[in-house]
T-cell receptor, first 116, second 113 residues
């Protein structure tokens, strides 16, 4: 099973709202990722968690707050977002060990976020 | 990680082989070539990867030139469901517990009936 699940599929929120995106995998992977994808653009890396610790933060604004409560779950907490933050938010996971094949990332279907 | 260059778009007739090129002239000796695709409004899907040798799996074949400066992804019998954006990525095996993928612009492949 190479499934990464994400909830919700769609989310509409106002600029003053607080919401969370959730991601889950049961492949035993120890690395999990958040990407942001604007329309007609490639995905851009936001955060990487490795063994439940934040290892990469690609200079993402603080209104995005990631959390990895355990090895299977990854959250992205959203607060005071701007309309330009509207995008597809993708979660991915990988085994988290060195070596070419073990670094293959498996992506979820994404959450489509609209900020009004 | 090395940069890749892909054509912006291509098309292919259904049932024919789709050959998607990728240039990675600055690739280093330990960098792998990965291919992902993204069907409209879905998450990227892993297709195949290789280092030096040609590779084949149930989805596609990957042909890497001897100098490793370019590669070709081959979908042997394209179907309408293969319409997607295809991303070629080169990446070193990062000897830490996580790794980064940097997506280029990709090739938009259209399969015509």
């Amino acid at each position: 099973d190479t499934e990464v699940t994400q909830t919700p599929k769609h989310l509409v929120m106002g600029m003053t709202n607080k919401k969370s995106l959730k991601c889950e995998q049961h492949m035993g992977h120890r690395a999990m990722y958040w990407y942001k994808q604007k329309a007609k653009k490639p995905p851009e890396l936001m955060f990487v968690y490795s063994y439940e610790k934040l290892s990469i933060n690609e200079s993402v604004p603080s209104r995005f707050s990631p959390e990895c409560p355990n090895s299977s779950l990854l959250n992205l907490h959203l607060h005071a977002l701007q309309p330009e933050d509207s995008a597809l938010y993708l979660c991915a996971s990988s085994q988290g060990t060195s070596g070419g094949g073990r670094e293959t990332q498996y992506f979820g279907p994404g959450t489509r976020l609209l900020v009004l | 990680d090395a940069k890749t260059t892909q054509p912006t778009s291509m098309d292919c007739a259904e049932g024919r082989a789709a050959n998607l090129p990728c240039n990675h002239s600055t690739i280093s000796g330990n960098e792998y070539v990965y291919w992902y695709r993204q069907i409209h409004s879905q998450g990227p899907q892993y297709i195949i990867h290789g280092l030096k040798n040609n590779e084949t799996n149930e989805m596609a074949s990957l042909i890497i030139t001897e100098d490793r400066k370019s590669s070709t992804l081959i979908l042997p019998h394209a179907t309408l469901r293969d319409t997607a954006v295809y991303y070629c990525i080169v990446r070193a095996p990062i000897y830490s517990s996580a790794s980064k993928i940097i997506f280029g612009s990709g090739t938009r492949l259209s399969i015509r009936p």
